[in-house]
Antibody
Framework: QVQLVQSGAEVKKPGASVKVSCKASGYTFSTYGLTWVRQAPGQGLEWMGWITPYNGKTDYAQKFQGRVTMTTDTSTSTVYMELRSLTSDDTAVYYC????????????WGQGTLVTVSS | QSVLTQSPSASGTPGQRVTISCSGNSFNIGRKTVTWYQQYPGTAPKLLIYSNNQRPSGVPDRFSGSKSGTSASLAISGLQSEDEADYYCAAWDDNLFGWVFGGGTKLTVL
């Protein structure tokens, strides 16, 4: 079965960077995109960007361009999301989700990773 | 402020039919398909409806979606206590070049 397993919770200081991983299993890794969505405490969902493991192509939300980098390691079926210059507004649960090409949906989700930014 | 607009809350009694609406514009819902997600507190969202009105396998047929112009709706018939959750609509936005979500609707089963 399809599984996306994310790395554990992180606590960071303002100005630092965080790198969250998402390990995929149960399907052909290279044939599906992976998207990142975050959710601040008590708030809604916010799309951050997308990466296709096939060729590493990325597409970032305008809000995060210049501050986020998504990468992939096909040898371990893992994608990474690094967010830099953290502020308290970046405190949120970060989710990865599988993005089937051309289907306009996120059909499987990771369990989420809580990132807390606090001095 | 979310790009897609949803009412913050909705409620119904067991067995009732409830509708949750989602309003967008010509760059998102007006030209792209709508997806709906269900989220229980402390858990990841779950795909509920895709391509406006299609249900993934395993989603009960009590859930249905529709779209008209720049608005979309999620209907839940035969409301059950387990339907108490947050519901989010989403669509690709050709102006923002990204996915946009509604602010979410918290459904309470009375």
């Amino acid at each position: 079965q399809v599984q996306l397993v994310q790395s554990g919770a992180e606590v960071k200081k303002p100005g630092a960077s965080v790198k969250v991983s998402c390990k995929a299993s149960g399907y052909t890794f290279s044939t599906y995109g992976l998207t990142w969505v975050r959710q601040a405490p008590g708030q809604g969902l916010e799309w951050m960007g997308w990466i296709t493991p096939y060729n590493g192509k990325t597409d970032y939300a305008q809000k995060f361009q210049g501050r986020v980098t998504m990468t992939t390691d096909t040898s371990t079926s893992t994608v990474y999301m690094e967010l830099r210059s953290l502020t308290s507004d970046d405190t949120a649960v970060y989710y990865c989700a599988r993005d089937p090409p051309g289907l306009y949906q996120f059909d499987h989700w990771g369990q989420g990773t809580l990132v807390t930014v606090s001095s | 402020q979310s790009v897609l607009t949803q009412s913050p809350s909705a409620s119904g009694t067991p067995g009732q039919r409830v509708t949750i609406s989602c309003s967008g514009n010509s760059f998102n819902i007006g030209r792209k398909t709508v997806t709906w997600y269900q989220q229980y507190p402390g858990t990841a969202p779950k795909l509920l409806i895709y391509s406006n009105n299609q249900r993934p396998s395993g989603v009960p047929d009590r859930f249905s979606g529709s779209k008209s112009g720049t608005s979309a709706s999620l209907a839940i018939s035969g409301l059950q206590s387990e339907d108490e959750a947050d519901y989010y609509c989403a669509a690709w936005d050709d102006n923002l070049f990204g996915w946009v979500f509604g602010g979410g609707t918290k459904l309470t089963v009375l």
